[in-house]
T-cell receptor, first 115, second 114 residues
């Protein structure tokens, strides 16, 4: 079984719709992250969470919100989707107590298309 | 602040030829550096990492990278390209601060020609 899973893997939605992307992990890591990937821009950090009670904005948080329901679950919401949020979204986890370099482990990604 | 520059968004090599993917970083503190690979329709997989031990780092699938502080570089190489190496490669940097966030480069798409 995969350590970091994302649902759905693909989603097509319309402008103005609310959509939620979910991430679950079985690695027991405290830290979780949401990134978006756009061609030519690499991965950019949307939000990150150090634990259930500690959530922080990343580089591009506008238009997004998150919820850390449990140590293992971290959801990303688009309250009113717009076409320029069409992208590939990745969830990642890490455990900085395990190693100082804080290696991150990535899920398989969710491809979101907003029409 | 930290940043990563990957020179060359697309690189093509012939099968059996040397692969060289360039990465330069900037960081105000000693960095940790990573190379990730993304195969089509898949997530990111760690190739190798520099964590301030040996400057020449060996990774999976025959890849290696050398940390050069004087050049602020961490270029990825493989002596002989294989068709299965075709993928997108990302260089990333983090530091030992409390947040230890990863900053990614824009990626390099590697094409391997028969």
């Amino acid at each position: 079984d995969a350590d970091v899973t994302q649902t759905p893997r693909n989603r097509i939605t319309k402008t103005g719709k609310r959509i939620m992307l979910e991430c679950s992990q079985t690695k027991g890591h405290d830290r979780m992250y949401w990134y978006r990937q756009d061609p030519g821009l690499g991965l950019r950090l949307i939000y990150y969470s150090f634990d259930v009670k500690d959530i922080n904005k990343g580089e591009i948080s506008d238009g997004y919100s998150v919820s850390r329901q449990a140590q293992a679950k971290f959801s990303l919401s688009l309250e009113s989707a717009i076409p320029n949020q069409t992208a590939l979204y990745f969830c990642a986890t890490s455990d900085p107590h395990r190693a100082s370099y804080n290696e991150q482990f990535f899920g398989p990604g969710t491809r979101l298309t907003v029409l | 602040a930290q940043s990563v520059t990957q020179l060359g968004s697309h690189v093509s090599v012939s099968e059996g030829a040397l692969v060289l993917l360039r990465c330069n970083y900037s960081s105000s503190v000693p960095p940790y550096l990573f190379w990730y690979v993304q195969y089509p329709n898949q997530g990111l997989q760690l190739l190798l990492k520099y964590t301030s031990a040996a400057t020449l780092v060996k990774g999976i699938n025959g890849f290696e990278a050398e940390f050069k502080k004087s050049e602020t570089s961490f270029h990825l190489t493989k002596p002989s390209a294989h068709m299965s190496d075709a993928a997108e490669y990302f260089c990333a940097v983090t530091s030992s601060g409390s947040a230890r966030q990863l900053t990614f480069g824009s990626g390099t798409q590697l094409t391997v020609l028969p």
